[in-house]
C-alpha cells in the first residue's frame, strides 16, 4: 500500500474527528434554543403576547431545525451538509435577530453583527477555508442588508467594525484551520506511513515464517531423501559385493575343470609318451591346437573376472613391497618377443638403469605391464613396442607402452578403462577380447597408489601411461601399506 492510497482514509478520519466536535455543538446548541424557545414561551405568557417574544421562538426554532438537520446529514455521513444547515440556520436566526423590531431601533439590531465573527470561526474550524470565505460574505451581507430592509440603506460604525471584525475572524479562522488542518494531514501521513511500514514489516514477517516453514520442509524432504539415498546405496553395496562374491565363486568353479581342459590337451598334444608312445594323428590335432588355445584365453578371462571380482568384493590381497623395476621390464621384454609372433615389430626398452624403487605388488605391477603390452602387440601390425620409464619429479616414477598401432578413436579414449567396455579397434575382427584388461589395470593401480590414462592418433599409434609411488624408506612403506589397506578396501566397497 502507497501514502497516495492511503490519503481518502485520512481525510475520512479527520472528518470523522469533525464530525464529533460537530455532534457535540448542535447538541449545545440545540440545547440553548430549546431553553431559549421555553423561555420566550413562558416571557410571552406572563408577559404579553409581543411580537419580540415571538421572533425569539420563530429564531430558535429555526436553529432547532438546523441543529436536527445537521444531526440527519451526519447520521447519512453528509458532513459539509450537517455543518452548512447548522451555520446556515445560526446565520439567519441572527440575521431575524437583527431584522426584530423587537431590537429598539435600528441601531440595537444592528449590534448584533458582532455575533457573526463567532459564527465564522465556528466555520473555520469544521470546515475549508473556502467554506470560511462562503460563510463570510453571507455574514457581510446579511449585516449590511438585512437591517435595512424596509428603510433607507445606511451602514452604521458598529456595522462595519463588525464586518473588520468578521475578517479578522475568518483571517483568524481559516489560518488556524489551515494549520490545524496541515498538522492533522502530517500526522495522518505520518501515522499512514508508519502503518504502511508496519504492514510491509508484518508482510516481510509473514514471508519470512513462510520461507522459515518451507525451508523446513525442504530440509524434511532433504533428510529423507538423504536416508532413502543411504538406503539405495547400502543396497547398491550389497549388490555389488554379492555381484563379487557370485563372480568370485563361479570362476573359482570353472577353473578347476577348464585347468583338467588345457592340462589333457597339452598333454595331448606335447607329450605322446604318456599314451604309450602312440602319436596324436595329424587330423586331430588342429582340432585339439584350437581346444588348447580357446581353453587358455578361457582360463584368461576367468582370471581377469576372478581379480575384478576380488576387487568389487575388497578381497584383493597385496603385497605391498619396495619393487625394483628393472628384472620386471626384462620378463615383460621377453614375453613381448613371444606376443608379437612372427609380426614385423620392434620390441624396444626405454628405462634407463637405476631407476628409483616402486611401492607395489611387483606381481600386479608385472600384470598391468603385460596387459598393456598385450594390447600393444595385438592392436600394432608392424612398427615398434616401446617399455619407458622416467622418474617423475613428484615422488613417482612413470611407466609407459607406446605402439605404432591402429591407435584410438577420440569417442572411445574414456570409456576404453570400463568393464566389459571395447574400443572401435576392439571390436575388429581378429582382434579380440574380453574388455577387461585395462579395467582391471586401472582398479589394481587404484590400489597401489598410482593412475593411469592415454594418449593416442588414430592410425599413428597409442601411448599408456601409468604412474606408481617412489619407495621412500621401510618405515614409511609400512606406514603406506598400512593407510593403503583403508582406503584400499573403501574403494573397493565404494
Ligand atoms: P580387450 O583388449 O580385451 O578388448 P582392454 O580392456 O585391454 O580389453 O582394452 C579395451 C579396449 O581398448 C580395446 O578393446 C581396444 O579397443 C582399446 N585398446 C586398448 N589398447 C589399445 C592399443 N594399444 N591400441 C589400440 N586400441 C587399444
Known amino acids: 500500500m502507497d501514502s ?33 424557545v421555553l423561555f420566550a414561551f413562558s416571557l410571552g405568557l406572563s408577559m404579553l403576547r409581543t411580537q419580540a417574544m415571538l421572533q425569539l421562538v420563530v429564531a430558535g426554532v429555526v436553529v432547532m431545525v438546523g ?73 457581510i451581507a446579511a449585516t449590511l442588508i438585512v437591517p435595512s430592509i424596509g428603510m433607507y440603506f445606511t451602514v452604521t460604525v458598529a456595522q462595519v467594525l463588525a ?99 588345457i592340462g589333457f590337451s597339452e598333454t595331448m598334444l606335447n607329450f605322446p609318451m604318456m599314451y604309450d ?73 626405454d628405462a634407463p638403469e637405476g631407476l628409483p624403487q616402486v611401492r607395489g605388488d611387483s606381481l600386479r605391477i608385472r600384470q598391468v605391464i603385460l596387459n ?12 615398434m613396442i616401446t617399455v619407458g620409464a622416467a622418474a617423475q619429479d613428484d615422488g613417482h616414477v612413470r611407466i609407459w607402452v607406446q605402439d605404432t598401432g591402429i591407435g584410438i578413436p577420440a569417442e572411445d579414449m574414456a570409456s576404453i578403462f570400463e568393464e566389459f567396455r571395447q574400443g572401435a579397434s576392439g571390436r575388429r575382427k581378429g582382434r579380440a577380447g574380453s574388455g577387461l584388461g585395462l579395467a582391471i589395470s586401472r582398479q589394481l593401480l587404484n590400489l597401489m597408489g598410482g593412475q593411469i590414462w592415454v594418449e593416442s592418433r588414430l592410425n599413428a599409434g597409442s601411448t599408456f601411461y601409468f604412474t606408481l609411488p617412489v619407495f621412500a624408506d621401510a618405515a614409511p612403506a609400512q606406514a603406506a601399506q598400512a593407510a593403503q589397506a583403508a582406503p584400499a578396501a573403501q574403494s573397493n566397497q565404494a
Open 4 to 36: 497516495v492510497a492511503e490519503r481518502p482514509a485520512g481525510l475520512e478520519i479527520t472528518t470523522q474527528l469533525r464530525a464529533e466536535r460537530l455532534d457535540t455543538l448542535w447538541k449545545f446548541t440545540l440545547i440553548i434554543a430549546v431553553l431559549i
Open 67 to 139: 441543529c436536527l438537520g445537521a444531526q440527519r446529514f451526519l447520521n447519512r455521513k453528509r458532513y459539509e451538509a450537517a455543518v452548512w444547515s447548522y451555520a446556515l440556520s445560526l446565520l439567519m436566526a441572527i440575521a431575524f435577530f437583527m431584522f426584530s423590531p423587537g431590537a429598539k431601533g435600528p441601531e440595537e439590531g444592528r449590534l448584533l453583527a458582532f455575533a457573526y465573527p463567532v459564527l465564522i470561526l465556528t466555520v473555520g474550524l469544521l470546515l475549508p477555508v473556502q467554506s470560511v470565505i462562503v460563510a463570510l460574505a453571507l455574514s
Open 163 to 261: 464586518i473588520v471584525l468578521m475578517g479578522i475572524a475568518a483571517g483568524i479562522a481559516s489560518q488556524t484551520s489551515g494549520e490545524v488542518y496541515g498538522i492533522a494531514q502530517w500526522a495522518l501521513e505520518s501515522y499512514t506511513k508508519e502503518r504502511a511500514l508496519k504492514d510491509k514489516l508484518f508482510d516481510s514477517q509473514e514471508e519470512l515464517n513462510r520461507s522459515y516453514i518451507r525451508q523446513k520442509v525442504l530440509a524434511d524432504d532433504l533428510q529423507k531423501t538423504n536416508i532413502e539415498l543411504e538406503a539405495a546405496r547400502a543396497a547398491a553395496l550389497e549388490a555389488k559385493n554379492f555381484r563379487g562374491q557370485f563372480l568370485a565363486n563361479m570362476s573359482h568353479e570353472l577353473r578347476t575343470p577348464l585347468n583338467a581342459v
Open 277 to 349: 608312445g602312440q602319436e596324436l594323428p595329424p587330423a586331430y590335432k588342429t582340432d585339439l591346437t584350437q581346444i588348447y588355445n580357446s581353453g587358455k584365453h578361457l582360463l584368461q578371462l576367468i582370471n581377469d573376472i576372478l581379480d575384478l571380482s576380488k576387487v568389487d568384493a575388497g578381497r584383493l590381497e597385496m603385497e605391498i613391497e619396495a619393487v625394483d623395476l628393472d628384472p620386471i621390464f626384462k620378463g615383460v621384454l621377453s614375453t613381448a618377443i613371444g606376443l608379437v609372433g612372427d609380426k614385423p615389430i620392434k620390441i624396444k626398452r
Open 372 to 383: 598393456l603390452l598385450s594390447n600393444a602387440a595385438k592392436f600394432t601390425d608392424k612398427g
